[in-house]
């Protein structure tokens, strides 16, 4: 009896990590095969309210994947708030590409359930299914691309806001 129902809450559970997953850009276009092998490398995590995910500096292992809860990302030398991430939101994917320090800490402000997706199962992966390693890897690059644009776009309107306050303070 109790393997039935384990079985009933496993597929539920399964369901929904993979419904969770098809709402990332990163694995929107992964068949539902491709999507238990994604879940199969992922790792669960539960936070407290306060709790510190990782610090700024820290080695970057992997990206996480918010499934409940609202997690702040803060630049440590101002603790500034650079953004707020809530349910379906993820965030630390240059973690998987490279080992560069964390760029900022993450703290959840709620109590938070995670997964988390680390560098060394993902490389495990690319060895196991090269094909299925490469979309990921394809998909990833085409995200990080998109958010580099953004970045930029946004460098770009500082850097005109700069040189204009820079302008109207020379005139008075």
Do not use: C
């Not at 990833?140 to 005109?160: G, K, P, W, Y």
């Amino acid at each position: 009896m109790d393997s039935f129902w384990d079985n009933i809450f496993r597929q539920t559970d399964e369901t929904s990590v993979h419904t969770l997953l098809r709402e990332i850009p990163l694995f929107d276009e992964l068949s539902s095969g491709e999507l238990s092998a994604v879940e199969s490398i992922l790792h669960r995590r539960e936070y407290d309210p306060g709790e510190v995910l990782f610090h700024q500096g820290n080695p970057g292992v992997g990206m996480y994947i918010i499934r409940e809860g609202t997690i702040e990302i803060v630049y440590e030398p101002t603790n500034d708030t650079l953004a707020e991430l809530s349910d379906g939101d993820f965030f630390g994917e240059l973690a998987l590409l490279n080992e560069t320090p964390r760029s900022a800490t993450a703290v959840a402000r709620t109590e938070s359930v995670l997964y988390g997706l680390f560098r060394p199962d993902l490389l495990g992966l690319v060895e196991r299914d090269p094909s299925l390693g490469v979309q990921l890897l394809l998909r990833m690059s085409q995200v990080i691309s998109e958010r580099l644009i953004q970045t930029n776009e946004q460098v770009r309107e500082l850097r005109e806001q700069l040189h204009e306050f820079t302008n109207e303070e020379a005139r008075s």
